[in-house]
């Protein structure tokens, strides 16, 4: 599986995390940053994994901020994303399931 991954400042540990285990189980991810932590706006970094990945429907996106709520809400700005704000196993399921 191919994920892109994208963050703010608040969001970069817990992407790390994600992205590392991601990787672990053998999964692609290109990190479209923010990497470091330095004070970022979120709505860049979701728009842009949104982009890519309209752009390769086989792939997913991985967001993340200080609530989630933000870049979320930024990538579904891009036109044909769905993306959900989640926080386990059971709302991501229910999400690609139902959504």
Known sequence: ???YAGS???GLSLKKHLVAALRALGDEVVDVGTNDETS???PEYGAEVG???VAEPEARGLVVCGS???I???ANKVPGVRCALVHDAFTAEA???HN
């Open 8 to 10: 703010d400042h608040a």
């Open 72 to 74: 979320s809400i930024a």
């Open 68 to 70: 989630g709520i933000g």
């Open 51 to 53: 982009r890519r990945v």
């Open 40 to 42: 970022v706006d979120y």
């Open 1 to 3: 599986m191919k994920w």
């Open 95 to 97: 999400a690609r399931q």
